[in-house]
């Protein structure tokens, strides 16, 4: 064979190669799915379904969901037991020291009550209403559950005193509030102002309730309201920058000394639990001289706190103080159920956000759920 028929041939053959090959990959690159599981890789590709990982999935997991708020009732049952019985150390029943004041019934209450508690809405007032509408109508919806008496709040309704929208955006979920059931709040000085404290705008909303019962000082500064059939007395204080109240309130919770007495102000409690510059002014001038106080409820500084002080005539005080607002994205809509006992005179404290469907902000769940043993 000569050298150009043998150069022929083994071209022919190269291009021969070639042309199979390139029919080879075709075929495999349009292969099915199907085509492809029946082919003589089915095996390794069946143990390589196998023996591979499980894809970590994009999206987070669904938590697993909270108990329902109707749930929250199991809380209670073991914060009510006391291991010991504690004895009950109330105050004396005088005759009321005002003539003015009217005879009331003795407390009918035999089964707890509650009282639901805002602290320092003024965020959700200024940036989120829909979480102050989840919370109005939460505590609506529960009403009945927990047989609540009020909703109550502490200060800094809003955020800032000068802006309409703030002021609108607490009245539309106030007022749902209000529609069904009643309201008492004091100001903060969010509300009114830290320095010259006007109260004008804050009485032009006309946010806190005043059935026939309440007495008032000063346009709304100060009040207490005598709530016989729970057999307790609420008194409010608002943002002051003066100590004058102090004789007027000492002088109405006297009137009502049947009645152990619940005091709503603003600022009492620092975030450590120590008695703010405020707090002492309060503590010296009322809680040293009115026998019938034995809770305070506060706001104003920044966590979670706890107080308390035994007097003289052996009355203990409590003093609790919660406020949020700092966090914008977690502290969302947190309110606190204040269960009242009238066997056992505890008082069952949990918190709970009806906007993110959760129960205590803080993991030390001591913080946002505890039992105040004969505190009323």
Known sequence: MSKTRMFQALWLLLLSVVCVLMFYYRRES???????LSSEDTIAAVQASVTAPTPVPTEPPTPTPAPTIYEITEVFIPLFATPSPVPVTLPPTPVP????????PSPLKTEPFSLIWFSDTQ???????????????????VRSEYDAAAVICTGDIVDNRNYTRHWTNAEAAIMRIRDAMPFYCVAGNHDVGADSVDYSTYRQYDFCSVPENMEVSDDGRCW???????????????????????????????????????????????????LSVNGRRVEKAILAESASVRLVLCGHNDGSARWSKTYADGRTVNAVMYNFQDDKKYGLGYARILMFNPTTRNIAVTTYSPYLNDYNYY?????????LYDAW
Request: aromatic share 12%; net charge negative.
């Open 30 to 36: 349009t292969k099915s799915p199907q085509e492809v």
């Open 97 to 104: 020291s005002s003539p003015s004041a009217p005879p009331r």
């Open 123 to 141: 965020y959700y007032a200024y940036k989120r209403p829909e979480i102050f509408l989840s919370m109005a109508d939460w505590a609506v919806k």
């Open 224 to 274: 207490v309201l005598p709530l016989p059939e729970q057999g307790i007395l609420l008194c409010g204080i608002g943002w002051q920058n003066d100590t004058g109240y102090a004789d007027w309130l000492n002088e109405r919770i006297d009137a009502y000394a049947d009645l152990p007495a619940v005091l709503l102000v603003h600022n009492f409690l620092n975030d450590d639990g120590s």
């Open 363 to 371: 993991k030390d769940t001591s913080k946002d759920t505890f039992t």
